[in-house]
């Protein structure tokens, strides 16, 4: 499985951003996806999972109600739609790719698969 993240980028506090995860592989659809944010000093944490039929919707409840995570299986991505941001929200995010047997999918443990990561940052 094969992952490359894009979409980052600079924002206002306020602004919106989205972000892609291009998934390629042979059996890319059997896993879980996450995406997960590391801002500077900080450990990798959670920030969204779903699986590719749209199922186990789960959100870090630092960005619940403002970020929207999807699939778009017909173009093998997956997106976080970043809403009202935040300088909080600065990071690489990355997303991930787990097995699909995993149930603990907030721990960065848990994935198989990383893409390389997309900077976004947010302004005050």
């Known amino acids: 499985v094969q992952l490359q993240a894009s979409g980052g980028g600079l924002v206002q506090a306020g602004g919106s951003l989205r972000l892609s995860c291009a998934a390629s592989g042979r059996t890319f659809r059997y896993y879980g996806m996450g995406w997960f944010r590391q801002a500077p000093g900080k450990e990798r944490e959670f920030v969204a999972h779903i699986t590719w039929s749209g199922g186990n919707l789960d959100y870090a409840d630092s960005v619940k109600g403002r970020f929207t995570i999807s699939t778009d299986n017909a173009k093998n991505t997956v997106y976080l739609q970043m809403n009202s941001l935040k300088p909080e929200d600065t990071a690489v995010y990355h997303c991930?790719?787990?097995?699909?047997?995993?149930?603990?999918?907030?721990?960065?443990?848990?994935?198989?698969?990383w893409g390389q990561g997309t900077q976004v940052t947010v302004s005050s």
């Open positions: 991930a790719a787990h097995w699909p047997a995993v149930t603990d999918w907030r721990d960065r443990d848990a994935y198989t698969y």
